[in-house]
T-cell receptor
């Protein structure tokens, strides 16, 4: 079974600064997807960024980028120029690319606080 | 394009009762997945329905069941409610298949007293 570990329960960053959230995972599969989801106080889960394991290039979405290290099974999220609206719970998630599987396996989350 | 909708948004039930939650996916999406979110267990996968068939199932007791209708709307039922069933229940829809994005609804907050 796959597992996802987020070792930072809480992080804090000043507005306009950069912060990196860590995620490691364990799997015996070679083909899979990794995601970062954001859950603000409204509780709506919002997809931030996605990475396909077969792609060596790190995914980027505006101020959000990942550092994907497949051999190390590490998938960190970097948020640049942090904004107050970035304050939320961030979940790292894994999904197999085998067959028709749609199940997401989530980490325990990192609560990000953005200060002035 | 309308997003995923879930009804009701909040629900209070008594132990031993049963409850039905509803999820309407994004138009055209054929897959609906359900997740339970609690402070203690985090986010856990309940099951997935695709074209009216349960395709994947998580490790939950048989009290948790679901179904999907021909218009892809899905319902989740929990019978004989227990205090530990208090949670945020999230559904997510997608076109189906591992390569497609999942879009989440706002969730139903269930409180069991």
């Amino acid at each position: 079974a796959q597992t996802v570990t987020q070792s930072q329960p809480e992080m804090s960053v000043q507005e306009a600064e950069t912060v990196t959230l860590s995620c490691t995972y364990d799997t015996s599969e070679s083909d899979y997807y990794l995601f970062w989801y954001k859950q603000p106080p409204s509780r709506q889960m919002i997809l931030v960024i996605r990475q396909e394991a077969y792609k060596q290039q790190n995914a980027t979405e505006n101020r959000f980028s990942v550092n994907f290290q497949k051999a190390a099974k590490s998938f960190s999220l970097k948020i640049s120029d942090s904004q107050l609206g970035d304050a939320a719970m961030y979940f790292c998630a894994y999904r197999s690319a085998t067959g028709t599987a749609s199940k997401l396996t989530f980490g325990t989350g990192t609560r990000l606080q953005v200060t002035l | 394009k309308a997003g995923v909708t879930q009804t009701p948004r909040y629900l209070i039930k008594t132990r031993g009762q049963q409850v039905t939650l509803s999820c309407s996916p994004i138009s055209g999406h054929r897959s609906v997945s359900w997740y339970q979110q609690t402070p203690g267990q985090g986010l856990q996968f309940l099951f997935e329905y695709f074209s009216e068939t349960q395709r994947n199932k998580g490790n939950f007791p048989g009290r948790f069941s679901g179904r999907q209708f021909s218009n892809s709307r899905s319902e989740m039922n929990v019978s004989t409610l227990e205090l530990g069933d208090s949670a945020l229940y999230l559904c997510a829809s997608s076109w189906g298949g591992a390569g497609y994005e999942q879009y989440f609804g706002p969730g139903t907050r269930l409180t069991v007293t």
